[in-house]
């Protein structure tokens, strides 16, 4: 079985996606870390007939 970033390759993807850092700036500048994470959901994939 193709491991998940060999699917990706041949369907012309990039890499999965990381998560983003940043901080959130209030007006007084207070800076608190925030993480965005990516939306990240299972689909099937069909390639050569097979799931």
Known sequence: MPSSDQIRAKLGLGPR?????GHNRSHALNATRKIS??????KWVVVDGQR
Request: glycine share 0%; no cysteine.
């Open 37 to 42: 994470k990516p939306n990240l959901q299972n």
């Open 17 to 21: 996606p990381k998560p983003m850092f």
